[in-house]
């Protein structure tokens, strides 16, 4: 049965000498003894740098980081002068756990409020480096298997799985084989998941041609030569014919705003002129308003073009949703 120390007084002499019975099994590698004793110490509300530096020791001694990394965690909510040498002690059971993007997280926030004392900066710098550097090499050593699922998704035309460890590589921060590249052509990779690997190509600066396969269409062409997504003269554009709907109803601008992204994305890199801008602009507006439900002044004779556009924007919506939103 655990005992509760609640109603029991520490007195000085019983106090001093948990203490040096505890600091000295810590000094003689006895963890699981120096760990009853300081939790006794601080199960009397007994806290100081000593004895919570020395818990946080004997429990990684002890292999037992999770309970640690917990313990630290509610020290550095307090922000007392012992601070950063908590956050030094987070930062290596961090780095000892191999969670090395938290740890970069981590570092880079304390970084960030320019009070890290000097001596302990460049210790953070030392550890951030060596986690990028490990975080890398597990990327790389992993790259070959996500690669192997990624194809075995195309073989099953399982879509959602196929973006999914496409996401996956992208962070891996490798650049894309000429097997990877195939995939643009290939019929059975969802759209998206095509816009996710030609978006992959442009970051990688990629100037050789890909064939790329989507919607029917093909097009050849190199990843490095097509403006970015955002900055698309065509989305621009639109935007331009969509801008006075911004003050006069945000709600209908956020949905068409929304909608044109899916669209864009879905067809991405097969954009459509920037001379038929109006007509999307025309064709969001309009489905905006029957998806909101209001009633506009009847439009007689729908141009041919518009009607295109809207069927195409819906289309383009549904396979987005399909895989972004599933």
């Known amino acids: 049965m655990e005992r509760s120390w609640e109603n ?36 009397f509300g007994v806290q100081n740098q000593e004895i919570l530096i020395g818990k946080l020791m004997c429990l990684m001694e002890l292999n037992r980081y999770q309970d640690a990394q917990d313990f630290c965690e509610d020290l550095l909510i307090h922000k007392d002068e012992n601070y ?18 938290l740890l970069m997280d981590q570092v880079e926030q304390e970084l960030e409020k320019k009070m890290v004392p000097d001596d302990m900066e460049e210790q ?49 921060d490798i650049t894309p084989t000429e097997q990877l590249q195939s995939l643009l052509a290939d019929d059975r990779v969802h759209p998206v998941t095509k816009t996710a690997i030609f978006i992959w190509l442009q970051d990688k600066n990629i100037s050789d041609e890909v064939l790329v396969q989507k919607l029917g269409v093909k097009w050849k062409i190199a990843p490095n030569a097509i403006p970015a997504l955002d900055s698309h003269p065509t989305i621009k554009q639109t935007f331009v014919f969509l801008n006075d709907q911004e003050q006069e109803n945000p709600t209908l ?39 909101l439900d209001i009633h506009m002044e009847k439009r007689e004779n729908k141009d041919e073009q518009l009607i295109r556009y809207m069927e195409e924007i819906k289309m383009c919506e549904a396979l987005y949703a399909t895989i972004i939103e599933a």
Not at 34 to 39: F, H, P, S, W, Y
Not at 84 to 101: E, K
Not at 254 to 270: G, N
């Open 84 to 101: 950063y040498q908590y956050v030094h002690i987070y930062l290596t059971i961090l780095f000892q756990t191999s969670q090395y993007q």
């Open 8 to 43: 029991v007084i520490l007195f000085p002499k019983w106090r001093t000498t948990l203490e040096e019975e505890s600091l000295l099994a810590l000094k003689e590698k006895r963890y699981q003894e120096a760990l009853a004793k300081l939790d006794q110490l601080l199960g």
């Open 253 to 291: 601008f956020r949905l068409m705003e929304q909608l044109l992204h899916h669209y864009f994305y879905v067809r991405y890199p097969m954009v459509p002129a920037e001379d038929d801008a109006r007509f999307i602009a025309a064709a969001l507006t309009k489905i905006g308003e029957d998806y």
């Open 124 to 172: 953070f710098r030392q550890l951030y480096n060596m986690s990028r550097k490990m975080r890398h090499e597990i990327r790389i050593e992993k790259s070959p298997e996500y690669i192997k699922e990624l194809l075995k998704a195309v073989e099953e035309q399982n879509h959602v799985y196929q973006y999914t460890l496409v996401e996956q590589i992208l962070k891996m």
